[in-house]
DNA sequence: GCCTGGTATCC
DNA sequence: GTGGATACCAGGCC
């Protein structure tokens, strides 16, 4: 990483990886209109653009071994003998392969008697002798060899878009030796793919043991007659045979190359070629993939990071003594088996100390713990709950959380998607991370581990970190959003780590029996839908075919169109059964039902952890508005509405040790929001009267007494209010309440005539973020929407429906936010043992403990009451029980 | 094996 | 031709 000022070189292993493509594709679904077999090649050519696109090297080669053989078989007939005969459909794609890489102007290396892999090696050894970072990307593990602080492995896992990276640091992790030495345990363990036996009984874990103890295979082998046990034994009756694998399995370094490392400098892919080879192989999405590698195509490279000093000795001593304000960064993942492995710190932009936390003395623990915990030092992270939860798996405690470049990132613009620290460096400054693990969660464990110290990575990141939150932060508060930033969503971090970290408690018994009873619905009412067809066992969740049955075979009327064709979702199905009754649309509707139960209730079982509870995550960077999302699983959208949905409801129960749940939700939260925001006086009374709202709305809007709406007139108003927060048109109003178009404008204007301040505000606000361009809620969250000034019809609607109804479900989302501060800050206070559990955008779940019910539900309705101090009061309706449906109530 | 679209759930 | 989400499945990729 400190030499990448000198280029990336990207060196790959053309067969091994065409082999892994070819075997990750079905060949069925590849081919050209003439038969031609693409499979490999398409695969092959997605990963090379992949690895050209994201690591952007500056030199490239592509190594082919040769037909034939090669110094080793010459050596050891049966070398790679066991090979099974390649596929016929595999050999014709190799040639096919080589022509892309002419268009990409990807250099194809390869050497008479020697294999790709040592062209590899002596490539890479060239590369970093040149001072150049390289990636090897190869399937063959020999190449595990290879691998120093310079030079990383590309390793496919799976498929060939699943790379691992291995460091040295992951190497040990994985096999317990150093790179150098991986020859040596593979030569005691032997390679079946190169049909080289090792010695019997002696496995990776006794090999890594023997070359601790032994300082590698040489000493092994001078002490082999010491060597106890069967497997010392094994050994001593292998030599040979070791010494063999030894010799085979060693990588030259030293090849003579035909092409030198300079011209295997990249110059980017050539815009005309790529078209033909395209044409030539029929690749239709493929080509819009390879263009932008063009030269012709192409733009300025993104500047590399700049150098990061990162010191890791004395770095505990150097960490603890910072009390200014801290970027730190935890290396570490979340979930089951969360774990810390290192600590960065940085207290200015240049310089940064790094902690590999496998190697501190007790002393160290205690002194960094301390400094962790303590409130008073001020800490910025990216993506601060992560790092807590890696933190508390280790046993530390993370307070003083002061900021998270992640959620300043979100705020100064919450339509953008990623929000990893690669993907903010980027777009904030424009910097290219290096070696950064595609975006994702957490870092795996093989991604852990900078090139020469745990620390290094660690230390580099919370350097980017700081320099991240002095661009970021001032953003925030340049856009007024400073109090929400430091007041409500950094606080919310902790709370919100809290609530992932408990959890809800499940009853597995429950859900299993859910589990079976949705699956035996399901299995007949499939069997009710294939009898209604004549027995023919038609896909019944494959839209495409259920076209083909309903429109076609059965020649229904036609429902709604869509991409694909005509809808067949529940209301168009609904819709036909009216229309065209048929036995197979009851069947269908009645299995989707429970198919879907089935699988919601299955993955809720699958994410129990073995404490009994599933623990989602929630995420503050997700919804543009400012709700929260949830994920893995998602809590907040268990089903609710049905008598199946309640069930499933009762299998959240409340957990060992506490007493009962406790759920308090808002009512009507976002027509109190936008009484609020509209002023409109009628709208306000009906709130300050208390009265049941669409009650009071229909008697306005039909000229009747509250006591002489109907039904019918409630519902109506009731759609309508709702609506009107979402940019309902009266298309829209007279298709969900089934009336005509007509019918349903006239109701809008009855509407509209008695609570125009609504409708003054819905305009006037749409009015307002075209003017400023974004949109603001009453505690000053931004949402920016360029597309209101745009020249699309279409897109320009769609921007004004969002900004109809950012600021109300935004504000929505900023007072229950503002509710659990205050609901968390009680709960310590007064020092409770209950604790929030979930939050579902106007729904807070709390877990209480013994003798806490009263106090907890108090604090609930004043809390959540007291969040905002808005024109119309803020009601809220409790409940609770032994499990959520209960609660619920 | 990855990506997209359709369908479903929630507020 | 109503906003904001997440999850699963099928099918296309050629």
Same mark, same amino acid.
């Given at each position: 990483m400190s030499e990448s000022t000198k280029g990336t070189l990207l060196l790959v292993d053309g067969l091994s990886m065409a082999f892994r493509a070819f075997f990750g594709l079905p060949v069925e679904n590849f081919a050209t209109s003439t038969g031609v077999p693409t499979n490999a090649v398409y695969g092959f050519t997605t990963m090379l653009a992949t690895l050209l696109r994201e690591h952007e090297p500056t030199h490239v080669a592509v190594a082919f071994d040769l037909p034939g053989g090669t110094f080793r078989t010459e050596r050891l007939p049966s070398y790679k003998g066991t090979r099974d005969a390649t596929p016929p459909e595999f050999e014709p794609q190799v040639p096919l392969i080589r022509e892309v890489l002419g268009a990409l102007r990807v250099p194809a290396v390869d050497k008479p008697n020697y294999e790709a892999d040592d062209l590899l090696a002596t490539y890479a050894r060239l590369g970093h002798e040149a001072g150049m970072r390289v990636l090897v990307v190869s399937g063959d593990r020999d190449t595990i060899q290879l691998v120093n602080g310079d030079v990383t492995l590309l390793y496919p896992?799976?498929?060939?878009?699943d790379l691992v990276r291995f460091t040295p640091d992951a190497v040990r992790e994985k096999y317990g030796v150093d790179p150098g030495q991986y020859p040596d345990l593979a030569a005691l363990v032997g390679e079946t793919s190169d049909n080289l036996p090792g010695v019997p009984g002696v496995g990776p874990k006794t090999a890594a043991k023997w070359i601790g103890v032994y300082g590698g295979l040489e000493g092994i082998l001078n002490s082999a007659d010491d060597v106890p046990g069967k497997a010392g034994e094994s050994l001593r009756a292998h030599l040979e045979q070791v010494r063999l694998n030894r010799e085979l399995n060693h990588l030259l370094t030293d090849l003579e190359v035909a092409? =030198?490392?300079? !011209?295997?400098e990249y110059p980017g892919a050539d815009a005309a070629a790529i078209h033909e080879v395209c044409d030539a192989l029929q690749f239709r999405t493929l080509r819009d993939k390879l263009l932008p590698l063009a030269t012709d195509a192409g733009e300025a490279s993104p500047e590399t990071a700049p150098p990061v000093v990162v010191q890791t000795a004395g770095a505990v001593a150097a960490i603890a003594a910072m009390t200014g304000t801290v970027a730190l960064h935890v290396d570490g993942r979340g979930g089951v088996d969360a774990d810390a492995w290192a600590l960065g710190a940085a207290d200015a932009a240049d310089a940064a100390w790094g902690v590999d936390?496998? !190697?501190?003395s007790p002393e160290d623990e205690s002194t960094l713990g301390a400094w962790l915990a303590d409130p008073n030092i001020a800490k910025v992270l990216h993506g601060a709950k992560d790092g807590w939860h890696a933190l508390t798996a280790r046993g530390w405690e993370l307070a003083g959380?002061?900021? !998270?470049t992640q959620i300043a990132a979100f705020l100064v613009n919450p339509d953008q998607r990623g929000f990893e620290l690669e993907q903010i460096l980027q777009r904030h400054l424009g910097l290219a991370l290096e070696s950064g693990p595609t975006a994702g969660e957490l870092d795996l464990g093989l991604d852990g581990g900078g090139a020469h110290h745990a620390g290094q990575r660690a230390g580099e990141r919370a350097a980017h970190v700081r320099t991240l939150a002095g661009v970021l932060e001032p953003m925030v508060d340049e856009r007024g959003m400073g109090a929400l930033y430091r007041e409500l969503e950094i606080p919310l971090i902790t709370v919100l780590a809290r609530m992932e970290h408990a959890g809800m408690a499940v009853d597995r018994a429950h859900l299993s029996t859910l589990a079976d009873e949705a699956r035996a619905r399901a299995d007949r009412a499939a069997e009710d839908a294939y009898d209604a067809l004549g027995g023919e066992r038609v896909n019944l969740g494959s839209p495409k075919q259920l076209q083909e049955v309903l429109?076609?075979?059965?020649?229904?009327p036609k429902t709604k169109k869509i991409k694909t064709g005509y809808s067949t979702d529940a209301s168009s199905l609904h819709d036909l059964s009216e229309k065209a009754p048929h036995p197979f649309l009851t069947a269908l509707l009645a299995h989707r039902d429970a198919s879907k139960l089935s699988q919601i209730i299955e993955t809720l079982a699958q994410a129990v952890q073995p404490d009994g509870r599933i623990h989602t995550t929630f995420s503050q960077v997700v919804a543009a508005t400012g709700r929260l999302s949830s994920k893995d =699983? %998602?809590?907040? %959208?268990? =089903?609710?509405?049905?008598a199946e949905g309640h069930r499933i409801r009762e299998a959240f129960v409340v957990g060992e040790g506490f007493d009962t749940l406790v759920t308090a939700d808002y009512s009507q939260i976002e027509m109190r929001i936008m009484a609020h925001l509209s002023g409109d006086a009628a709208l306000v009374e009906a709130f300050a009267a208390g009265e049941d709202l669409h009650r009071f709305v229909g008697s306005r809007v039909f000229g009747v007494a509250p006591e002489d709406v109907s039904p019918e007139m409630r519902s109506q108003v009731k759609a309508m209010s709702y609506g009107l927060a979402y940019g309902l048109s009266s298309f829209g109003l007279a298709r969900q309440l089934g009336l005509p178009v007509g019918a349903a404008q006239a109701l809008m204007d009855d509407y509209f005539s008695r609570f125009g301040a609504v409708r003054d505000y819905l305009r006037s606000v749409v009015e307002q973020a075209r003017a400023d361009g974004y949109t603001e809620t009453i505690f000053g969250r931004r949402r920016y929407i360029p597309d209101l000034t745009s020249t699309n019809r279409q897109r320009r609607d769609i921007a004004e429906r969002m900004a109809l109804n950012a600021p109300i479900q935004g504000s929505a989302a900023d007072l229950i936010k503002r509710a659990m501060l205050g609901v968390e800050r009680r709960l310590r206070d007064e020092g409770l043992a209950s604790r929030q559990v979930l939050q579902v955008h106007d729904e807070l779940v709390i877990e209480t403990a013994a003798g806490e019910q009263d106090a907890v539900e108090n604090i609930l309705r004043e809390e959540m009451h007291a969040a905002g101090d808005l024109s119309v009061p803020l009601e809220v309706n409790v409940g609770t029980g032994a499990d959520w449906r209960t609660a619920g109530h």
């Amino acid at each position: 990483m400190s030499e990448s000022t000198k280029g990336t070189l990207l060196l790959v292993d053309g067969l091994s990886m065409a082999f892994r493509a070819f075997f990750g594709l079905p060949v069925e679904n590849f081919a050209t209109s003439t038969g031609v077999p693409t499979n490999a090649v398409y695969g092959f050519t997605t990963m090379l653009a992949t690895l050209l696109r994201e690591h952007e090297p500056t030199h490239v080669a592509v190594a082919f071994d040769l037909p034939g053989g090669t110094f080793r078989t010459e050596r050891l007939p049966s070398y790679k003998g066991t090979r099974d005969a390649t596929p016929p459909e595999f050999e014709p794609q190799v040639p096919l392969i080589r022509e892309v890489l002419g268009a990409l102007r990807v250099p194809a290396v390869d050497k008479p008697n020697y294999e790709a892999d040592d062209l590899l090696a002596t490539y890479a050894r060239l590369g970093h002798e040149a001072g150049m970072r390289v990636l090897v990307v190869s399937g063959d593990r020999d190449t595990i060899q290879l691998v120093n602080g310079d030079v990383t492995l590309l390793y496919p896992r799976k498929g060939v878009s699943d790379l691992v990276r291995f460091t040295p640091d992951a190497v040990r992790e994985k096999y317990g030796v150093d790179p150098g030495q991986y020859p040596d345990l593979a030569a005691l363990v032997g390679e079946t793919s190169d049909n080289l036996p090792g010695v019997p009984g002696v496995g990776p874990k006794t090999a890594a043991k023997w070359i601790g103890v032994y300082g590698g295979l040489e000493g092994i082998l001078n002490s082999a007659d010491d060597v106890p046990g069967k497997a010392g034994e094994s050994l001593r009756a292998h030599l040979e045979q070791v010494r063999l694998n030894r010799e085979l399995n060693h990588l030259l370094t030293d090849l003579e190359v035909a092409v =030198p490392l300079a !011209d295997l400098e990249y110059p980017g892919a050539d815009a005309a070629a790529i078209h033909e080879v395209c044409d030539a192989l029929q690749f239709r999405t493929l080509r819009d993939k390879l263009l932008p590698l063009a030269t012709d195509a192409g733009e300025a490279s993104p500047e590399t990071a700049p150098p990061v000093v990162v010191q890791t000795a004395g770095a505990v001593a150097a960490i603890a003594a910072m009390t200014g304000t801290v970027a730190l960064h935890v290396d570490g993942r979340g979930g089951v088996d969360a774990d810390a492995w290192a600590l960065g710190a940085a207290d200015a932009a240049d310089a940064a100390w790094g902690v590999d936390l496998a !190697d501190l003395s007790p002393e160290d623990e205690s002194t960094l713990g301390a400094w962790l915990a303590d409130p008073n030092i001020a800490k910025v992270l990216h993506g601060a709950k992560d790092g807590w939860h890696a933190l508390t798996a280790r046993g530390w405690e993370l307070a003083g959380i002061a900021g !998270d470049t992640q959620i300043a990132a979100f705020l100064v613009n919450p339509d953008q998607r990623g929000f990893e620290l690669e993907q903010i460096l980027q777009r904030h400054l424009g910097l290219a991370l290096e070696s950064g693990p595609t975006a994702g969660e957490l870092d795996l464990g093989l991604d852990g581990g900078g090139a020469h110290h745990a620390g290094q990575r660690a230390g580099e990141r919370a350097a980017h970190v700081r320099t991240l939150a002095g661009v970021l932060e001032p953003m925030v508060d340049e856009r007024g959003m400073g109090a929400l930033y430091r007041e409500l969503e950094i606080p919310l971090i902790t709370v919100l780590a809290r609530m992932e970290h408990a959890g809800m408690a499940v009853d597995r018994a429950h859900l299993s029996t859910l589990a079976d009873e949705a699956r035996a619905r399901a299995d007949r009412a499939a069997e009710d839908a294939y009898d209604a067809l004549g027995g023919e066992r038609v896909n019944l969740g494959s839209p495409k075919q259920l076209q083909e049955v309903l429109f076609e075979r059965l020649g229904m009327p036609k429902t709604k169109k869509i991409k694909t064709g005509y809808s067949t979702d529940a209301s168009s199905l609904h819709d036909l059964s009216e229309k065209a009754p048929h036995p197979f649309l009851t069947a269908l509707l009645a299995h989707r039902d429970a198919s879907k139960l089935s699988q919601i209730i299955e993955t809720l079982a699958q994410a129990v952890q073995p404490d009994g509870r599933i623990h989602t995550t929630f995420s503050q960077v997700v919804a543009a508005t400012g709700r929260l999302s949830s994920k893995d =699983p %998602n809590l907040q %959208n268990i =089903p609710v509405r049905t008598a199946e949905g309640h069930r499933i409801r009762e299998a959240f129960v409340v957990g060992e040790g506490f007493d009962t749940l406790v759920t308090a939700d808002y009512s009507q939260i976002e027509m109190r929001i936008m009484a609020h925001l509209s002023g409109d006086a009628a709208l306000v009374e009906a709130f300050a009267a208390g009265e049941d709202l669409h009650r009071f709305v229909g008697s306005r809007v039909f000229g009747v007494a509250p006591e002489d709406v109907s039904p019918e007139m409630r519902s109506q108003v009731k759609a309508m209010s709702y609506g009107l927060a979402y940019g309902l048109s009266s298309f829209g109003l007279a298709r969900q309440l089934g009336l005509p178009v007509g019918a349903a404008q006239a109701l809008m204007d009855d509407y509209f005539s008695r609570f125009g301040a609504v409708r003054d505000y819905l305009r006037s606000v749409v009015e307002q973020a075209r003017a400023d361009g974004y949109t603001e809620t009453i505690f000053g969250r931004r949402r920016y929407i360029p597309d209101l000034t745009s020249t699309n019809r279409q897109r320009r609607d769609i921007a004004e429906r969002m900004a109809l109804n950012a600021p109300i479900q935004g504000s929505a989302a900023d007072l229950i936010k503002r509710a659990m501060l205050g609901v968390e800050r009680r709960l310590r206070d007064e020092g409770l043992a209950s604790r929030q559990v979930l939050q579902v955008h106007d729904e807070l779940v709390i877990e209480t403990a013994a003798g806490e019910q009263d106090a907890v539900e108090n604090i609930l309705r004043e809390e959540m009451h007291a969040a905002g101090d808005l024109s119309v009061p803020l009601e809220v309706n409790v409940g609770t029980g032994a499990d959520w449906r209960t609660a619920g109530h």
